[in-house]
């Protein structure tokens, strides 16, 4: 999976509360991304970095905030999840045209 | 805004091909790609095409490019069984290779 750790894989939260997913990677790309997969919808961007503490927003960006204090890893973050967050999160990562995937976050918001 | 389309189902005997249709709105696409997805996994990238080319071929793969129609195509020959997954097609603009998926096909192989 081209040394890419999602952690957690699995997570069950509260309506309200807030929810951090990890990123981590050993390869030294400089783009990471967070997109959510929704039945029907494919996979879709809610928040790229093309560096240390360079981010930006994705389509469906509403609701999340990101940070990159290290090129290695990239957090997400439901500052108050509710229950319209509950899918699957990947990341992915780039240097240039591949773009690699992550093993996926099931968040569950109840 | 950019739109990626396909169909969401298909079912081939084993041994036959399977052919997965995607089109595109975005003129300005400069790469499109197609991304197999397995129960429970992440995505694998199968193979790219970049936009000048019309066709790419990799083992059993091919990869069809009408950019006039905008429509992209990938054909696996001799289909096993452990090909069932979800196909994902994708389009980039950018050197920042942020993708615009499609909502996927479920290819099912029956044996």
């Known amino acids: 999976d081209a040394g890419i750790t999602q952690s957690p894989r699995h997570k069950v939260t509260e309506t309200g509360t807030p929810v951090t997913l990890r990123c981590h990677q050993t390869?030294?790309?400089?783009?990471m991304y967070w997109y959510r997969q929704d039945p029907g919808h494919g996979l879709r961007l809610i928040h790229y970095s093309y560096g240390v503490k360079d981010t930006d927003k994705g389509e469906v960006s509403d609701g999340y905030s990101v940070s990159r204090s290290k090129t290695e890893d990239f957090l997400l973050t439901l500052e108050s999840a509710t229950s319209s967050q509950t899918s699957v999160y990947f990341c992915?990562?780039?240097?240039?045209?591949?773009?690699?995937f992550g093993q996926g976050t099931r968040l569950t918001v109840v | 805004g950019e739109d990626v389309e396909q169909s969401l189902f298909l079912s081939v005997r084993e041994g036959d091909s399977s052919v997965i249709n995607c089109t595109y709105t975005d003129s300005s696409s400069t790469y499109l790609y197609w991304y197999k997805q397995e129960p429970g996994a992440g995505l694998q990238l199968l193979t790219y095409?970049?936009?000048?080319?019309d066709m790419k071929q990799d083992q059993r793969l091919t990869v069809l490019l009408n950019k006039k129609d905008k429509h992209l195509s990938l054909r696996i020959a001799d289909t096993q069984t452990g090909d069932s997954a979800i196909y994902f097609c994708?389009?980039?603009?950018?050197?920042?290779?942020?993708?615009?998926f499609g909502g996927g096909t479920r290819l099912m192989v029956k044996p």
């Open positions: 390869e030294n790309h400089r783009y």
């Open positions: 095409i970049f936009s000048n080319m």
């Open positions: 992915a990562i780039s240097e240039s045209r591949e773009a690699f």
């Open positions: 994708a389009e980039s603009n950018n050197a920042g290779n942020m993708l615009t």
